[in-house]
């Protein structure tokens, strides 16, 4: 039977729940989503990954049953906006690797990128924390729990990602962000070889820089000037200074 008014965009809806199972979207359907992502960066962007789906429904201005019927849970949006920052984080570092010849231009580029980006504030919370084992010279992930709202103190618990046994999206995830480490690994291990990087610097206090020096202020113009401020400081404190 021929439907009139009826269009499918040629999109294919990812499958957020882990089933493999792709379909094809209808235009208000595709745009529902984009609506709900884009909301959903800026909400989490905002407030953190512990802001409730409603506010990503209102964002969204669309019901938070619409959310649930593209999202079964928070965890699974969560997980899909923090891949997508994560791949664009990777992509940004491979990109001064590839272009910048000069280990300090490459590291300084990537940081005034991704943070001009606002990715740190989507940063996925594994990546923020990584423990060097001396003994085996094994870097190993640790995810720290984020901090839950009315929670005192601001203290977070670890958890070693070898100890977990994760579900194939949460596989997919961990090696989205093993790829972003190994990338930005190479970016401080050039620039502290050529002895532009304070020798105990890690790739997590680069981490670390993005995440702070993308501050979510409520004017875009005041945002983008402290960020650039903010990160000339940091930039400052990773340089090695001369010995004496």
């Known amino acids: 039977m021929h439907m009139q008014g009826s269009h ?30 884009r909301a959903a960066r800026e909400v989490f962007g905002e407030l953190g990954y512990g802001a409730p789906m409603e506010d990503v429904a209102r964002r969204a201005r669309v019901g938070v049953g619409t959310v649930y019927r593209r999202f079964p849970s928070k965890d699974v ?48 919370p594994q990546v923020l924390r990584v423990g060097v084992d001396a003994e085996n010279e ?16 601001g203290q977070l618990h670890e958890l070693r990602l070898v100890e977990q046994r994760p579900a194939p999206v949460a ?11 190994e990338v ?3 970016l401080v291990e050039r620039a502290r070889a050529a002895g532009q990087l304070r020798p105990d610097v890690t790739v997590a206090d680069v981490l670390l820089v993005i995440a702070t020096a993308a501050p979510s202020l409520p004017d875009a113009v005041q945002q983008a000037a402290a960020s650039s401020r903010l990160l000339d400081i940091l930039l400052e404190g990773l340089r090695s200074r001369p010995t004496e």
């Open 171 to 181: 596989e997919r995830h961990d090696a989205g962000a093993a790829a972003l480490l």
């Open 8 to 37: 499918w965009s040629t999109a294919v809806a990812p499958s957020e729940a882990g089933g493999g199972r792709s379909t094809p979207l209808r235009v208000d359907a595709q745009r529902n989503l984009e609506h709900v992502l």
């Open 77 to 124: 949006l969560v997980r899909r906006i923090a891949e997508e920052e994560t791949a664009r984080l990777t992509e940004q570092a491979r990109t001064a690797l590839g272009q910048e010849d000069e280990p300090w231009s490459a590291l300084s580029r990537f940081l005034r990128t991704s943070v001009a980006s606002g990715a740190g504030r989507l940063l996925p």
């Open 184 to 186: 930005v690994g190479r």
């Open 138 to 153: 094994e870097i190993e992930a640790r995810v720290p729990q984020q901090r839950q709202p009315g929670a005192t103190g």
